[in-house]
């Protein structure tokens, strides 16, 4: 146990750095994988088959294509085409894209759940597509579609390791290469994986909240 | 006022207008009654255009109803609806619900909107239930937050589309209290209702349809208590004496 705190002194600022990155891959990824996905979401239930069809391709597109792919794809032949990325703008740019799939999809859900007569409602009122969706559709679905994100979050929190193959030195990354240097498996993957947890667990915890206040919601 | 010219309307092979045409006077109180699908709610929703009926025309004041052209934002604050379930917005009050139209298609002064919304809040008898949410609110005072909110928008004319069937027997007459003085203020109102003596005592026209087609119109009086056309009286005896 001694042995283990001391590595713990030891390695613990090396894998806050590694730490930085994760949460900033976590981050931009979260963000461009909701604005991406509201996009996909949005064109599925705007009624305009060209829209809709479109969304439901890239979707499926997505889908069809491992994230490994995806991010070796940014990085390693964008470039071809003109486009060179740092490691971290590809990570984030491939998660975001490849998440985007998964949030259009709870997007939709919650969209879809709104009633609607409400929606007929808005429009008798003389509201227009986009007014009905941000002041009727939009801030009821956000309640509904809130645990799901909750856990979409822990998913690419995780998933943020994937970026390790493209180089990004995040927390998983970090640990491996001291662990490749020092030969203290043991020490170094259970302090990453202690890491991880405390940045899952608050995540968990705040999913499970908020699905109680979604379940109470609804009475 | 409204005026609808051999109006037809399928759903896929279902041709379930057939020919309706129709005018609506300024102040009129028209009664549209007939058996369950027969195309009431169609016909109403084809007026504020929430349906896009397939050839004919309407036109109200003398605009034609096109979904797709932005007069259509015009029409809809002219002709409110009121819905068979209400509809309202449930996160948000009941002030707030009355109030969005004006304050956000309408661009209305916030104030202005607020002092009016209670108002109007006030004379369907709801003055204490302005920051009520609908989930807290009987179908009755539902109903009623959903007048308020058609009239906020200062509509010309308000469609009804059955809006006492969801309630509660006791319910009913509250809406109705509320309907009656709204005619007696001039409204022009177009009412779909099983409500026949509701009909004959505030309507001044009442058409009965069936698949589709006018099978007979006249002054909601005595049409509603002598009808002429076999399909009427068949109508009327089954929504008056169900057993
Ligand atoms: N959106 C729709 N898609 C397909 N069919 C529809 C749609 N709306 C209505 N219909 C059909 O059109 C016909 C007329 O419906 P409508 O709702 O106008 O009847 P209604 O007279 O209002 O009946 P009710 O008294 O039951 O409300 C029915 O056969 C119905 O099934
Ligand atoms: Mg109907």
Redesign the interface.
Known sequence: MQKFINDAIEFLPILLQGVKLTVLVTIGSLVLSTLLGLVWALMRVSGIKILDVSARVVVNFIRGIPIIVQLFYIYFVMPDFGVTLSALQASIIGLGIAYSAYQAENFRAGIEAI?P??I?????????WW?VMR??VL??AVRIVLPPYGNVMIMMLKDSSQASTITVAELALQGKLIASSTFKNTSVFTLVAILYLCMSLPLMYLVSRLERRAAQGRK | MIELQDIHKSFGTNHVIRGFSAQIGKGEIVTIIGPSGSGKSTVLRCI?G?EKHDSGTILVEGVPVDRTKRSI??I??KV??V?Q?F?????RTALENVI??PI???RENVDAARKRGRDLLARVGLQDKETAYPGQLSGGQQQRV?IA??LA?QPSAILFDEPTSALDPELVGEVLGVMKSLAGEGMTMVIVTHEIAFAREVANRALFIDQGVIVEEGPAREMLAQPKQARTQDFLRRVLHPM
């Open positions: 009633e007569g409400q007929e409602a808005a429009q008798s009122i003389g509201m227009g007014m002041r009727v801030p009821q | 504020n929430l934002v015009d809809r604050t409110s609806m819905f379930r509809n309202l917005f449930p996160h969005e139209g956000f298609v309408k959903a909110r058609a928008m």
